[in-house]
């Protein structure tokens, strides 16, 4: 199918890439959990370049403006466990803001992203928030990235503006950069921290929830079924 | 192997254990080693209340006798101390052993007045007191030892294991029949033994239905042989039963059920779930007088008088019996409706022997057939658009003796579902009762809203799904609900084709937090909304004015009613002698109009479109820089000029993007997804999402002549037109803009589609969103449901108003209630979320809402029981609240003051009330029985009954069994119920016999 079968970076992806659930398919064998991440922020702020570092380990200058929304998948190992991580990436245009908030719904992540050169970009980061919160589920985890915090010369926003940002907004906070590829792993590595330990705790607090099928997303059925009662 | 130690190894025959009986004996010890039984130190005595809070252990294991199997039972209390003193105690017996000092766990446990009458325990824990005892039963529950030389052989074979071992604990073995409950047994400890033996009789013999009888027997048991017997001390317990509540007649009234089916009742009847108990929740009350450890000299009760009068009794306690099914109303119904998932059958199968008939008819007489049906019976003037629409799609034809849900009752559940369709002076007179809530149940009431995936309180998704309920139980079940069901999808059909609002659900994009129904509502509201959008622009003014309802009066979600609009709908009442020639126009034109708008191609069509496409096709090639009339622009975009022209440029008119519905969105994401994470794939993926990029760029074309590409993104992604400051030649400052890297980049999708938009405005643009065929769809969807589907769509909703009940009926004070309410609403959050809609989930959920609902009827019972008006202090209020509560929480509450106390008072008012209105029924006779027993002359009528359960025990300190022997707890337990029971416990000395 278009070529990704060559692709032999993710194994893990063939099997579910050919399912037709692509939310729960509980059959596919080569994850055990399976996450899905949203990218947002304004436009060209770096979401997709992002992305691909994470993703490739690539970079390029330019990429194409995203339409509508993309995405593309990492397979991380976390205690064990093999967390497959689908990330969405999403057009940041104003006028896509309705065709996106549609996809908030089964994200159990948002990467909230602004532009350390562009103070625009980080005033809508109170925005965007508040979208989250109309649109997720109420235990979607945030974290907020300053991204291009490779050209000093240009910035605008400090890092200790976004830093209380954060905390105002109650947010874990990274500056970062998809070109230097500083910090790239780092939030995606923390944001699943974040997610497994609300599962985990969700667990704990309600111990009915290990045999019930889920919890807030429900894409962490395809978890606690497979292996109920796991702390991740 | 090794050969040198073959030969060391000889047979060995153990001929120490050869007989069964041996065997059995050796097994025994064995047992008694395994659970470290033996040689231990004694425990301490139970503390008051320990049977109570506290746990029993068991453990268990085989026995066999020749080949009789046996099961061994250790019990014991689990007191807080025990752990920690057992320990404590084994290293002090191991230095105090040959003094012998301590008093058997058996002896003390024999003659420990605190846990006398326990509530709860194991009843040979409960006759002689005891927290510690081995029980052997025959394994087999249909076995049983039957004759008394077998349980002596097996008694005497458990002492020799006892003496062998030197285990204090008391040993039984069940005889007879289990239900029975007979046991003897046998204790050993040092120097003395103590037997256990039981009588159990069908009736009570006479000389021995009293204390006096009791004490003769327990002293002819004791053989005293010497002359001065010390007094017998005796503890008396009387339990009265309680079932009359004069004061307070069970205060939950049924719902008139009458009035359903007169149908006279409002139409708010279908949207308020019943909720408490059909019987009072509360079946009897138990009251417990107990006289502890009074001296036999103290009290005399014999066959012609008592001292026992319960009025005077020092300690009262009492204990509640509830009802096992209280047929709680809310619990019922949700069962009921929960219970039709499980139907397969489709509507058809369900209702189509009553259409076909029906369908042979003719039209003539369907008409008059729904004329019967809209009769106004009821006395509004109701358009019943249920049966206007049945005569359009000649769908539902139905006789009105035959369909499941009689006509006139389905008039008031349509117009109590669509209360649009009602004039307006009526909807006006119907208000909602607010009632008072505390703020506790409104933020339990919001947080409901946020967490549960359902729909809106009070709107069309949540009546519908409360109504249905109803509807089920009153209307005759699966059939009623698949008639109402098609009914109301006719009615949604109706709508769309003749642009009616579906009232009551949210306009705009479907709430993806709301159940997947709502979401369908919700996007044939979007279908209607578009549609009527689209008409009233393609129609031009003045053409079909008449046919456009303002459509902005009714997007803002005013609940204007549309009778004016519904007045010059064929078939409505006023117009009704013409009905047939003007329903069927009427339906011919919606025809006409449904074939237009289905073959529209075009986001809207116009007049003069013919012209206009060939204009457009002019345009094509020169894409850009033609020169064309500006269409469609929408506001002027401030400071901001083409770059080529220098003109105004426009904000054009767009498209909306297509509404979706969580469904749709998920197969739109799988398709997407399942392009892969190639490059490919994400091509793929943005050329499968530039339709509304072209659109955009097509409708801004159109808007803004001679624009390029650069205009376009200053107005779109503004941050991709990087402006540079560059210094001219002669060192003025030019503002230059060029598109950004990722905008040149050759042959991207934006230049792409730039360059193959034309310039068409959004109106007459292919469609983004084909409101015809989503709504068809929705209508395929709705329709396609069979009852059981449509029953497990309606679940969220239905639980959602369950809770809401539950959160309004909810008891203040109940701590526990608190907690269940958080389990259900969790519980409800997560089933309700998931999604898979799985029926056994529910019916989970509906048990907990059930058990809710009980606790709640219970707790509202007891109030009105104990209400303060019967108090005669009225400073006692509080005690008297404290006690109801604790009556709620705890199976056995003592009251405090006893008879004199303000709880008490009221206890003996109920109790005398009680006597007083069962002895104007009674015959004679039975009460001058009562009179003769109670010995109460001063009245005629004695406050309480019978007590319908005696127990005294009888404890004395006797040497046994000659005169000379030591001086040893003796016991005896009688109680006297029905039947007759003496459970005695005689200790005797082994050495001075």
């Not at chain 2, 003025?732 to 060029?738: A, F, H, M, S, W």
């Not at chain 2, 239905?798 to 519980?827: F, P, R, S, Y």
Request: charged share 25%; net charge negative.
């Amino acid at each position: 199918m278009y070529g990704f079968q060559q692709n032999g970076t993710y194994p893990p992806v063939m099997a579910s890439a050919n399912d037709s659930k692509w939310q729960k398919d509980a059959a596919d064998q080569n994850f055990d959990y399976m996450f899905k991440l949203l990218i947002i922020g304004n436009s060209s702020v770096g979401k997709t370049s992002f992305l691909f570092r994470y993703a490739d380990d690539s970079f390029t200058s330019a990429f194409v403006s995203t339409v509508g929304i993309d995405f593309k998948v990492k397979t991380v190992f976390r205690q064990d466990k093999r967390v497959k991580l689908q990330i969405w990436d999403t057009a940041g245009q104003e006028r896509y803001r309705t065709i996106t908030t549609a996809y908030y719904r089964g994200a159990m992540g948002f990467l909230l992203m602004y532009d350390v050169t562009n103070e625009e970009s980080f005033n809508a980061v109170q925005d965007w928030c508040t979208q989250i919160k109309t649109y997720s589920w109420d235990n979607a985890q945030v974290v907020l990235v300053g991204n291009k915090c490779d050209l000093e010369d240009e910035r605008v926003v400090s890092m200790e503006r976004g830093k209380q940002l954060a905390d105002q907004l109650g947010l874990e906070f990274f500056e970062t950069s998809a070109k230097e590829n500083i910090n790239v792993k780092a939030v995606f590595e923390r944001l699943v921290d974040i997610i497994c330990d609300k599962m985990s705790e969700s667990l704990d607090s309600d111990p009915t929830l290990v045999s019930s099928q889920s919890k807030g997303t429900r894409l962490t059925e395809n978890a606690n079924t497979q292996n109920s009662g796991c702390s991740c | 192997m090794v050969p040198e130690d073959d030969s060391e190894v000889f047979e060995i025959t153990d001929f120490t254990t050869a007989s069964d009986w041996e065997r059995f004996i050796a097994r025994f010890e064995e047992i008694l080693h395994e659970w470290k039984l033996v040689n231990r130190g004694y425990l301490q005595p139970v503390k008051k209340g320990d049977f109570l809070n506290c746990n029993w252990e068991e453990k268990n294991d085989e026995l066999t006798f020749a080949d009789f199997k046996f099961k061994v039972t250790y019990m014991v209390l689990k007191t807080s101390s025990s752990g920690s003193k057992s320990g404590k105690e084994t290293k002090e017996e191991e230095n105090e052993e040959d003094q012998d000092e301590g008093t058997p766990t058996v002896f003390s446990d024999l003659m420990n007045m605190e846990n006398d009458f326990p509530f709860r325990a194991h009843c040979l824990s409960r006759w002689y007191g005891l927290q510690e005892f081995l029980i052997i039963s025959p394994a087999s529950t249909t076995d049983a030892i039957d004759s008394e030389s077998r349980s002596k052989l097996l008694l005497s074979s458990a002492s020799i294991a006892l003496n062998n071992t030197g285990c204090t604990i008391p040993v039984y073995v069940q005889v007879q029949q289990r239900w029975r409950k007979l046991y003897s047994g046998t204790a050993i400890v040092p120097g003395a033994s103590v037997e256990f033996e039981m009588a159990h009789l069908k009736k009570i013999p006479q000389q021995y239905n009293h204390l006096a009888g009791l004490l003769d027997v327990f002293k002819s048991k004791l053989g005293c042989v010497y002359i001065s017997m010390p007094p017998v001390s005796v503890s008396v317990r009387f339990t009265y039963i309680l079932q009359e509540w004069i004061h307070c007649p069970w205060p939950q009234s049924p719902p008139d059920f009458s009035s359903f089916l007169e149908c006279e009742v409002g139409c708010s009847d279908y949207g308020v779930l019943p909720f408490g108990a059909c019987i009072d929740p509360i079946s009897e009350l138990n009251l417990s007088c107990t006289w502890p450890s009074l001296s036999e000299d103290m009290i005399v009760e014999n066959h012609v008088y008592s001292d026992l009068d319960p009025l005077q009794a020092p300690q009262w306690s009492v204990k509640l019996q509830m009802t096992e099914d209280a047929q709680c109303l809310l619990g019922e119904y949700l069962r009921e409706f929960l219970e039709l998932s499980q139907h397969k059958e489709t509507t058809d199968e369900l209702l189509g022997h009553v259409l076909d008939e029906t369908d042979k008819d003719q039209a003539g007489d369907i008409t008059q057939a729904l004329q019967r049906l809209t009769e106004p019976a009821v006395g509004y003037n109701i358009p019943t658009l249920g049966h206007v629409v049945s005569s359009a799609t000649t769908k539902l034809k139905m006789k009105p003796d035959e369909a499941p849900i009689p006509g006139d009752i389905l008039n008031g559940v349509l117009l109590f579902l669509f209360p649009d369709a009602k004039k307006s002076e009526k909807s006006e007179s119907k208000e909602k009762e607010t009632v008072e809530k505390s703020p506790r149940s409104l933020k339990l009431m919001e947080d409901l809203s946020k967490q549960l995936k359902s729909s809106p309180v009070n709107g069309l998704t949540h009546r519908l799904a409360i109504c249905f309920c109803i509807v089920n139980h009153h209307h005759g079940g699966l059939r009623a609900v698949a008639h109402l069901w098609q009914e109301f999808v006719l009615e949604m059909r109706y709508r769309w084709e003749n642009n009616y609002y579906i009232t009551d659900v949210e306009h705009g994009q479907p709430n993806m937090k709301a159940s997947i129904l709502h979401q369908k509502l919700q996007m044939l509201n979007c279908c209607i909304e578009r549609k009527i959008k689209r008409e009233s622009l393609g129609y031009g003014h003045g053409k079909d004015l008449e046919h456009d309802p303002n459509p902005t009066d009714h997007a803002d979600g005013s609940s204007r009613p549309l009778s004016p609009t519904y007045q010059r709908r064929p078939l409505s009442t006023s117009s009704r002698s013409q009905s047939p020639s003007s329903g069927s126009m009427g339906k011919r034109r919606y025809e006409s109009l449904d074939i237009s708008s289905s073959d529209e191609e075009f986001f809207e069509c116009d007049t003069e479109q013919g012209e206009d496409e060939a204009d457009g096709e002019d345009h094509e090639s020169f894409a850009d820089t033609a020169s064309h009339k500006p269409d469609g622009r929408l506001a002027p975009i401030k400071d901001l000029k083409l770059l080529n022209s220098g003109e105004q440029v426009y904000i054009p008119i767009t498209q909306e993007p297509a509404p979706m519905t969580e469904d749709m969105l998920e197969e739109h994401a799988e398709v997407l997804a399942k392009l892969g994470t190639s490059a490919e794939g994400t091509q793929l993926r943005a050329r499968m999402q530039s339709a509304c990029l072209l659109s955009d760029m097509e409708s801004f074309k159109a808007a803004n002549p001679n624009c390029i590409l650069e205009d376009f993104v200053r107005w779109y992604s503004p941050r991709d037109y990087v402006l540079e400051e560059l210094e001219g030649e002669d060192g003025e400052k030019v503002k230059t803009g060029t598109l950004s890297p990722r905008m040149k980049i050759p042959g991207n999708m934006w230049v792409e589609v730039w360059q193959s938009a034309k310039p068409i405005p959004a109106r007459r643009q292919r469609r983004l969103f084909d409101d015809t065929k989503e709504a068809e769809k929705v209508l395929h969807f709705l329709a396609s449901m069979k009852p059981g589907q449509v029953v497990l769509h309606m679940m969220p909703m239905l639980i959602h108003a369950a809770i809401v009940k539950v959160i309004e009926n909810e008891d203040q004070d109940t701590e526990n209630l608190k907690v269940l309410l958080d389990q259900i609403m969790n519980k409800a959050a997560k089933v309700t979320r998931s999604p898979l809609m799985d029926a056994r989930k529910y019916e989970d959920l509906v048990r907990m809402i059930e058990l809710a609902e009980t606790v709640i009827a219970r707790a509202k019972s007891l109030k009105t029981k104990f209400t303060s008006d019967l108090l005669d202090m009225s400073s006692a209020e509080e005690e008297l609240q404290v006690f109801v509560n604790s009556l709620l929480r705890q199976p056995e509450v003592i009251v405090r003051g006893g008879p004199c106390g303000p709880a008490g008072s009221i206890i003996h008012k109920l109790f005398t009330a009680a006597q007083r209105a069962s002895h104007m029924v009674l015959d004679e006779e039975e009460g001058e029985i009562k009179l003769e027993e109670l010995q109460k002359p001063t009245s005629t009528v004695p406050d309480f009954p019978r007590p319908s359960a005696r127990e005294y025990i009888l404890r004395a300190m006797v040497p046994r069994p000659a005169p000379y022997s030591r001086v040893l707890p003796q016991k005896m337990y009688c109680v006297l119920v029905d039947d007759f029971r003496l459970a005695g416990a005689f200790s005797s000395d082994t050495t001075f016999q």
